[in-house]
């Protein structure tokens, strides 16, 4: 799978249509041509012509003639899931895409109460592996933005990704659909993010997030699909943090627009083989909205928004005196308690982690931010 394209991305033949319908019984000794011809017939009786779909569902139409149907969702909304639903159901869609990159995909098979204790559980192991798989700065905002996410999970009791996890099972049901993962990878975006932010902004945006603890109600969760409320959120979030806005909502746009593009090509027909227009349907958080129509028709440079700066000369000083720092510490505790004791910590598989983990991070000035 290339890189422009990491997707899960196959057919998958109907189950039992949630609406009652039932697929066709298929004959043994059948041949595959007839069966096919018969799954895509039964998928065109299901699929709707002009559908009432809910207020948050978009339509955009490509060049050949293929429709996109853009959900957007508040991430914690039962709401959106029931609008993903009856999205997908009604239009019976060729290809299903996702706001999710490769680095989230395992939320679509946990099931609600593991998703719970995944976003709650926040521990020294989860911390290591961010700063090893992404560099100190971005690992840290990593586990930064997953403690934003397990205090909005505490404060409703329900996971994130629902209406993604609905959308994955929904196509499963839809005859030789494929689903695809539509978000640019999250270690690129937070690279991007910190390379962005001046040291005084990092260490602001750290704070912030450190002690974030206003209480959050369903009500608010779901007036965040009402497009006035939440351009009013966001500017306010782009006159404190502008590079917040362009890494993590404006150059996401345009990565989305592009896999949502690249997913509405026209689709070859079992029977005869004829390219006929495909149908789409797009779930993304309604914030994505309005920047994935101003570029639905737009040339796209999407290498530009894939490309992470090296660090500046500061930026890998301080990550040397950070570095030496810790390993200065760690051994004059190790002095402190004797040479004996000291030599017991340092094989302490907590302590060798650690050590580990400092010694990945490259005093390269090109290498990880």
Known sequence: MDEDNKSEDGSVGPTENASGDKPPCIAPGMADGETLEMLWQFRAQLRQDSPELPETVTRLTAPDGSILYLVGTAHFSEDSKNDVTTTIRAVQPDVVVVELCQYRVSMLRMDENTLLREAKDINLEKVQQAIKQNGLMSGLMQILLLKVSAHITEQLGMAPGGEFREAYIEAGRVPFCKFHLGDRPIPVTLKRTIAALSLWQKARLAWGLCFLSDPISKEDVEKCKQKDLLEQTMSEMIGEFPALHQTIVAERDIYLTHKLRQATHCVESPSNGQKVPAVVVGVVGMGHVPGIER???????????????????????????????????????????????????L??????????????????????L
Do not use: F, H
């Not at 301080?318 to 200065?328: E, F, I, P, Q, S």
């Not at 983990?357 to 390269?364: I, K």
């Open 347 to 368: 094989t302490l598989p907590a302590v060798q982690s650690l050590i580990e983990t400092l010694r990945l991070q490259s005093p390269d000035p090109a290498g990880p």
């Open 295 to 345: 570029n639905w028709d737009m040339e796209l440079n999407v290498q530009e928004i894939m490309t992470v700066a090296p660090p500046s000369q500061l930026s890998w000083m301080l990550r040397t005196v950070v570095k030496g720092v810790l390993m200065g510490m760690l051994g004059y505790a190790c002095y402190r308690v004797g040479g004996g004791l000291g030599r017991t910590l």
